[in-house]
């Protein structure tokens, strides 16, 4: 197999524009992460971003305030995980042709 320059940059120039319309795709989507069972639910967009949360009213009580920080984090936890589980799984189907170049290694 023999290496073609122009072929590889036709590839990359390929990669990048698919790349960038996947994270233009994930910017429009969404997950959630939500925590004592529901009483508080993160929304985070496919690149990560934290878009919403939501309370329920029962999960306000002033006199544990704790709880409802741990609750709010728990949730954001898991919207983040969440949205990386989404990119990675987005970006995996483009990355995994880089050994199409043509490059040993790749």
Request: proline content about 3%; charged content about 25%; hydrophobic content about 45%.
């Amino acid at each position: 197999m023999s290496f073609d320059p122009k072929k590889m940059m036709a590839q990359v120039a390929k990669m990048q524009e698919d790349l960038a319309k996947a994270q233009e795709d994930l910017a429009g989507q969404t997950v959630e992460g939500s925590a004592g069972g529901g009483m508080v639910t993160v929304t985070a967009n496919g690149q990560g971003e934290i878009v919403a949360v939501k309370l329920a009213k029962e999960a306000v009580d002033p006199d544990d305030v704790e709880m409802l920080e741990d609750l709010i984090l728990a949730a954001v936890k898991e919207a983040t995980r969440s949205a990386q589980a989404l990119a990675q799984q987005k970006m995996s189907g483009l990355t995994g042709g880089l050994g199409g170049l043509g490059l040993p290694g790749l």
